[in-house]
């Protein structure tokens, strides 16, 4: 691994099917608390995919985690098939 670099587990999900590319795409981060949103952005972007959803530490004990969702390297406070993916995965 490159010095400084940092892998984070990574995964494409179809949300809406159980059929391969028959889906609407997520892409899906585990564990990206250590990303600023400079670099989830960046992280977007590379991925190509309509959505990405970044998982990440809860703030409050009733959550089981955080997600913040990117379109093409920008934050959308909300986008629903990629809130529903990543409550699946």
């Known amino acids: 691994m490159e ?11 179809d949300v809406f099917t ?3 590319t028959l889906g609407n795409p997520t ?8 990303l600023n949103e400079d670099r989830m952005a960046a992280f977007a972007r590379w ?4 959505k990405t959803t970044l998982l990440l530490e809860p703030t409050t004990t009733t959550a ?9 390297g ?15 995965a």
């Open 27 to 34: 892409g899906l981060v585990h564990g990206a608390d250590s």
């Open 18 to 20: 159980t059929e391969l």
């Open 64 to 72: 089981n985690y955080r997600v913040r969702i990117f379109i093409a």
């Open 74 to 88: 920008n934050a959308l406070s909300f986008a629903g098939h990629p809130m529903l993916g990543s409550a699946c």
């Open 3 to 13: 010095p400084g670099r940092v892998d984070f587990p990574f995964e494409p999900i």
């Open 47 to 50: 991925t190509s995919l309509s």
